[in-house]
């Protein structure tokens, strides 16, 4: 009896030292290229990636550009609601719940706190891309964050929203200084992904042919990786504009097409601007339900891309009373009003 109760007592207070232990905390690294994680501590992190010693196993360096997510340890759970709402495009309730986070976290929780700043200035960023009014905040912010967290993994992924920023607000050489960066990153998939994005500097200016010998460039170079070729697919959507401003339709929609058959699903934001090039070509085909569908799709599926999905309520409310739908022409207009009164989708259906 008496051993019994002895050994009991040592389970008991194994099992509390364990619980209470720091060793049993972890990191958790979710990969792109990969479907198993990685668990363990991460003890270097830098721009071009994270180091993680691992439960069960030697150190492993993930680069920066296959990280899709750290779960940190001791991190809140409303972290990961917040970039649940983030996906959803609900970038202002995201924004308050990240505030939020900061507040409450410890001055020692250092990788949580970066994480944290970077998310706030992705969420204003993709706002911004929908609300013009937005820019300059969202570029400020970007900028401040890039500043301060030069070493962070989040920095080239970074530098590529501050560089979509500058391009929305028409500032060129600013956008293509960061878009240089990226493409000096030393990652091949962001090398390719920050010549398309200098490409779309150029069709910006309107130098159509420059651009679009500039896509075909990104295009004739051997993808040497998966995430490479699927960031070729960035320049063939490119090079789809450029069909589309020259008038050429039916070459932009074939393109196009190849597009979403080589696109991931879950890729929303090419998929929703592969259906809005393709909404242009088909109206620049005289082809109204078509280019109506084509919109209506991104309105069902991609509401949370929201420059795209202002777009697309736009063209549906001019579309819908050549397809003997005004009502539905009304409902697009409101909506594009109510969710997007700083879009220049509004302005221009406003006539302003």
Not at 79 to 103: F, M, P, R, V
Not at 187 to 197: C, H, R, T, V
Not at 294 to 305: M, R, T
Request: with cysteine; net charge negative; proline share 3%.
């Amino acid at each position: 009896m008496i051993n019994n109760s002895f050994r009991l007592m040592s389970l008991a207070l194994t099992l509390t030292v364990l619980t209470a232990s720091p060793a049993w905390a972890i990191d958790i690294i979710t990969r792109k290229s990969q479907s198993t994680r990685l668990s363990g501590e991460i003890t270097g992190v830098s721009k071009s990636g994270v180091t993680i010693k691992q439960q069960t196993g030697g150190e492993v360096e993930v680069p920066a550009n296959d990280i899709a997510l750290i779960e940190w340890d001791a991190a809140p759970a409303t972290l990961k609601a917040a970039l649940g709402q983030e996906s959803n495009g609900a970038y202002n309730e995201a924004i308050d719940a990240l505030k939020n986070i900061l507040e409450g976290l410890p001055a020692t929780a250092t990788n949580i706190r970066t994480d944290a700043e970077y998310f706030i200035a992705r969420n204003l960023a993709k706002a911004a891309l929908a609300d013009s009014s937005r820019l300059p905040d969202a570029i400020a912010r970007m900028k401040s964050f890039t500043d301060a967290n030069i070493t962070s993994y989040h920095y080239y992924e970074a530098m590529d929203f501050l560089g979509r920023l500058h391009l929305a607000a028409g500032n060129y050489p600013q956008a293509e200084a960061a878009f240089t960066s990226v493409e000096n990153s030393g990652f091949e998939d962001w090398k390719i992904s920050a010549q398309s994005s200098k490409a779309r500097v150029m069709l910006a200016q309107n130098q159509v042919d420059q651009a679009l010998a500039a896509f075909d460039a990104v295009l004739a170079t051997p993808a040497k990786d998966d995430a490479s070729k699927q960031r070729q697919l960035e320049a063939k959507l490119g090079k789809a504009k450029c069909l589309n401003l020259k008038n050429q339709y039916d070459n932009a929609l074939t393109l196009l097409e190849s597009i979403v058959k080589e696109a991931a699903e879950d890729d929303a934001r090419l998929q929703a601007e592969a259906c809005a090039l393709s909404g242009t070509a088909l109206l620049g085909q005289g082809k109204n339900l078509e280019a109506a569908l084509a919109y209506l799709k991104i309105d069902v599926l991609f509401p949370g891309q929201q420059d795209f999905h202002a777009e697309a309520l736009y063209n549906l409310a001019q579309l819908w009373p050549s397809l003997g739908q005004p009502g539905r022409a009304e409902e697009a207009r409101a909506q594009l009003e109510a969710k997007y009164p700083n879009s220049p989708w509004t302005k221009k259906l406003s006539g302003v």
